[in-house]
């Protein structure tokens, strides 16, 4: 198989081109570059990366998850 690009949290691998290869009932790709995170909690919080072997792009964010408090 050949890796064209992969998207990864905290250094922990999502998905290898468009398969994912994490939670498939938490995470999708939308596209060619989204990752859908569906219900969003606050673990989810955390660096993210998005490699792209094709054109040698990276990108990296750093997602903070912000909840309000229940009564």
Known sequence: MIV???R???GVVLSVNEEIS???KKYEILGKYDLIIKTVI???SGQ???QNFD???SR???LTILSKKKF
Do not use: A, H, P
């Open 55 to 57: 054109q040698m792009l």
């Open 42 to 44: 606050d673990q989810d």
């Open 8 to 10: 990864s949290k905290d």
């Open 22 to 24: 994490g939670d498939r």
């Open 4 to 6: 064209n690009k992969y």
């Open 60 to 62: 990296n964010i750093l």
């Open 48 to 50: 993210y990366s998005c």
